[in-house]
């Protein structure tokens, strides 16, 4: 299961769409009860309650930091 958006509303919501990190099974299981009130991914994102996760960057190793 994939993490698609990041919830960071702080218990608000929007009608029809979960108050917690949504995933690619969200999207394709609400997908025509959001097409119908025009929620997609950007209007998700624009409603300040949701955010693309980051993406982790892989941690260099100290020993090859420091040159040994």
Do not use: C, H
Not at 13 to 25: E, G, K, Q
Not at 32 to 37: A, G
Not at 40 to 61: C, F, M, V
């Amino acid at each position: 299961m994939t993490i698609r958006l990041v919830y960071i509303g702080w218990g608000a919501a929007l009608y029809n769409v979960p108050a917690r990190d949504l995933t690619d099974d969200d999207f394709s299981e609400r997908a025509q009860v959001w097409k119908e009130s025009k929620i997609d991914e950007t209007a998700l994102i624009a409603s300040g309650l949701y955010k693309k996760p980051q993406i982790e960057q892989p941690k260099k190793d100290k020993a090859a930091k420091d040159g040994k």
